[in-house]
């Protein structure tokens, strides 16, 4: 899967730099793996850790629109801060945390099950009748694609609570 991710970033990039109007069909799933390449950099899964580079792609994921990709973000700059004990960047993680809970709310509202259910996550332990309010549209959007399995998910999530 990450090399795959590679090929479709590699792809979209080269799009982008011959021509600015490139093929939709490259930007499909492209937020994805922005986000899996991020990763890779982050954790060295295939590749060197570069905490550079991790952020290059997650900044480019951001741009279009992925919560996801700034939460992780927000995981760098929270958790990871001994990789570069010597740079300065100008993010700091409570700053990319609220990033992605707008995001999310962006994406949710345009029908996406998964940002609503990482809404979910981020208010469960802090404003559980927020985090219900999510859940809820989590579940109505999952039954609405006809994810089942995402469905039982969420709810086994909820029922232990």
Not at 9 to 30: F, M, Q, R, T
Not at 55 to 73: N, V
Request: proline share 1%; glycine share 8%.
């Amino acid at each position: 899967d990450i090399e795959l991710c590679f090929d479709k970033v590699k792809a979209y990039e080269g799009a982008k730099i011959i021509d600015s109007n490139y093929s939709e069909s490259l930007v499909d799933g492209i937020e994805y793996a922005l986000i899996t390449v991020g990763k890779a950099y982050r954790f060295g899964a295939g590749v060197k850790k570069n905490p550079d580079n991790a952020i290059k792609y997650f900044l480019e994921a951001i741009k279009l629109g992925s919560g996801e990709a700034a939460f992780q973000l927000g995981h760098i700059f929270k958790h990871d801060g001994w990789w570069w004990k010597k740079k300065s960047y100008i993010f700091n993680a409570e700053d990319c945390y609220k990033t992605a809970i707008n995001l999310w709310k962006k994406e949710a509202e345009k029908g996406s099950s998964n940002a609503a259910w990482s809404l979910y996550y981020r208010y469960r332990n802090r404003r559980p009748e927020e985090a219900q309010k999510w859940a809820s549209l989590a579940i109505k959007l999952a039954k609405k694609l006809g994810d089942d399995e995402q469905v039982r998910f969420m709810k086994g999530i909820l029922n232990e609570r």
